[in-house]
């Protein structure tokens, strides 16, 4: 009966101090199959890859992404794309992170972070045949509108402001991260700022992104790319009862 007792308290407790060790064990590369495997320790991100490929890194050491979806992707060295910084992370502790958009429009285009208050005054269309979600107008009186009037003046602010035509590539949200803690009960579920990928998502998932976060979650960032003629990339079948959201 002793051994049972032991045998049923004992397997347990190490089956916890496994889970315990494996969380927080050093950051590292691991070797198996011919690949390396690398764990970001922020985000839980996971990198696989070949013997001759390495994760690209920014100037801190923390690895870049691609976001697809909610899901941040690391990408190799040297990926194609514009690099942008956007604070994520616990929503009062948000640190700039680089995500990377590889162009999609008709060059010349280029890529921009631009970070606006809630509600931001931005009406979206979708693009039913290109399939994407593009900017259609700006809200008279918001600061949208306000940070475009100012940019037609100075050219040198554009890059602070969104504008009509810009197509959406990702933009930031609130979500709830259970970190390994919380499934033990140890920690609470922490409110994430997240960084939601746009590429080749359907409407209705962008627009579910789109309202995931409050007022005092604190800006919003949109990550936008435009073209540098300023040309409105707006799709003449875009129905503007089933598929235009102000937000």
Not at 3 to 20: C, D, Q, R, S
Request: charged share 30%.
């Amino acid at each position: 009966m002793d051994k049972a007792f032991l045998t049923a308290t004992a397997v347990p407790l190490m089956g916890l101090a496994g889970a315990i060790a494996y969380k927080f064990r050093p950051v590292e590369w691991q070797k198996g199959d011919g690949k390396k495997v690398f764990e970001d320790s922020e985000t839980g991100a996971v990198f696989q890859s070949e013997e001759s490929v390495s994760p690209e890194r920014d100037r801190k050491g923390e690895l870049a992404f691609r976001a697809v979806s909610y899901t941040p992707w690391p990408v190799e060295e040297g990926a194609e794309g514009d690099r942008v910084r956007v604070p994520v992370g616990p929503v009062s502790n948000t640190q700039p992170r680089t995500y990377v958009f590889p162009r999609i429009l008709p060059q010349p285009s280029k890529v921009l972070a631009v970070s606006l208050p809630r509600p931001m005054g931005i009406v979206l269309e979708e693009d039913t045949r290109r399939g994407r979600v593009v900017v259609s107008e700006l809200a008279e009186g918001s600061e949208a509108a306000k940070r475009a009037k100012v940019a037609k003046l100075n050219k040198a602010l554009e890059s602070s402001s969104v504008q009509v035509g810009d197509v959406l590539r990702g933009v930031t949200c609130t979500n709830f991260v259970y970190e390994t803690q919380a499934l033990w009960g140890a920690a609470a579920p922490k409110r994430t700022i997240v960084m939601y990928g746009a590429d080749k998502q359907k409407w209705l998932q962008v627009m579910g992104a789109l309202r995931k976060g409050d007022k005092s979650d604190g800006h919003v960032t949109m990550v936008v790319e435009r073209r540098v003629d300023r040309q409105v990339d707006i799709d003449a079948d875009v129905t503007a009862k089933e598929a235009k959201t102000d937000y």
